[in-house]
């Protein structure tokens, strides 16, 4: 995200504050670090909130926790986005279909792996929170018009109503690939997508009431509740339940609470030196823009072989290669691991690779071709950030620090997967 030089010269003399403390250096960091958090577009955590008919998102929460989404009855949301790990699953990368338990145990049980790492969900749902899953496949664009998989046939208006569409109809994710009896929606069309979808309204309404909710709420026949009904109130659970909450941070900055001196040390860094900010703005600490960090690729990525193009994958434009939606920063703390194929385990690890992408490399056991792939994701960070400013051990430590000041809690507490 550009905020011009006259912006970014105004964040970086921030910087000039981390001076030894004192009762006057410390009143003058706390009122500057304030007026740039308003600056980069910090809000009372209440004005991000959607309108949500609580109804329905208690009938998306049943649903949420229901494994009845999936084909072969063994995989919810849930089973990806657990409290315990801050609405993801701890793992570098997800475990879908035939999956079990929760954290390192579900890697050792078995299950299919995913490309990338699981998403967390704060603020999924709020206001202008409108570009979806890492590489942005699903977006409100300026014009209101949502793209999306489903091309020019998007089923809902709502962004994240569409994105909720989407993991039970995934292949691994949530549909068994290796059932006969869905092999006939194996297609890429949106026809056979809505074909599966309706096998899944068919199972919710033979072996639960959750149908029957959706359309007593919605004053409609049960033969009228469709897929979207269902993704629907998925949408209004996950908006209502990790819409952002009032962090320490939101306190310090609205309400005039107490930072510690290495939490106001950290939040200097992360709106001058450190440059954080240029990025991890808004109400949501993200731009919902796409950058390339060279972190290293774990897993067989969304393009095989070790390879994740990412928002290339999206757009087919070659300057998008390896470029990552930005990672909002709610809950940072709590979920480990990070990048978009959970490759690097430590918060402070994931700082460093912002400023020195080789810091932890190792030439043990790389191949030509992962060279290469680390060479091209070097080439393009260095391209997005020209000037990058290293810190210290004991910057990266008050850096940790400010983040943890940015922990919320949801509403009510997801069942853990049986």
């Not at 950030?385 to 809690?409: K, Q």
Request: hydrophobic fraction near 40%.
């Amino acid at each position: 995200m550009n905020f011009g030089i006259d912006r970014l010269a105004a964040a970086v003399t921030i910087v000039l504050l981390a001076a030894p403390n004192t009762s006057a250096t410390e009143t003058l960091r706390e009122r500057m670090l304030r007026s740039y958090a308003l600056d980069f577009g910090l809000v009372p955590a209440e004005e991000t909130w959607r309108d949500v008919d609580p109804v329905l998102a208690a009938i998306g929460k049943e649903l949420f926790e229901s494994t009845l989404l999936s084909s072969n009855v063994d995989t919810a949301c849930a089973s990806c986005h657990l409290d315990r790990f801050g609405s993801a699953d701890g793992l570098p990368v997800a475990i879908g279909v035939e999956g079990r338990s929760f954290g390192a145990e579900r890697v050792r049980l078995g299950g299919d792996p995913q490309p990338r790492n699981t998403l967390p969900l704060w603020g999924r749902g709020g206001k202008g929170f409108d570009t979806l899953f890492w590489d942005g496949r699903v977006e409100k664009l300026q014009s209101g018009e949502i793209q999306s998989q489903y091309g020019a046939a998007a089923p809902d208006d709502d962004p994240l109503t569409v994105a909720a569409h989407l993991p039970p109809l995934q292949l691994g994710e949530m549909v068994f690939d290796r059932d006969s009896r869905f092999a006939q929606y194996e297609q890429e069309s949106t026809s056979a997508a809505a074909a599966y979808a309706d096998t899944i309204v068919s199972r919710l309404r033979e072996r639960s009431d959750l149908i029957a909710q959706l359309a007593t709420r919605s004053e409609q026949a049960e033969t009228d509740i469709d897929y979207t009904d269902v993704a629907a109130a998925l949408a209004s659970f996950i908006a209502r339940n990790f819409r952002l909450g009032t962090s320490r941070f939101h306190a310090f900055v609205f309400h005039a609470a107490p930072l510690t001196s290495e939490e106001l040390r950290g939040g200097v860094l992360f709106y001058g030196k450190g440059q954080c900010a240029l990025c991890h703005s808004g109400p949501y600490f993200s731009d919902l823009d796409f950058h390339t960090i060279a972190f290293p690729q774990f897993g067989f990525g969304a393009n095989g072989f070790g390879v994740d193009y990412g928002r290339y994958n999206v757009t087919q434009n070659p300057d998008d290669l390896f470029a990552f939606r930005t990672p909002p920063l709610i809950n940072v703390t709590r979920t480990a691991p990070y990048s978009h194929s959970g490759s690097v385990a430590k918060l402070r690890d994931a700082i460093v690779y912002h400023f020195d992408p080789l810091a932890f490399f190792s030439n043990d056991g790389s191949t030509a071709d992962d060279r290469e792939q680390l060479a091209r994701r070097i080439g393009l960070w260095a391209r997005d950030y020209p000037v990058a400013a290293t810190l210290s051990e004991r910057e990266i430590d008050d850096l940790v620090a400010f983040l943890g000041t940015l922990e919320t809690e949801s509403l009510e507490k997801v069942a853990d997967p049986q």
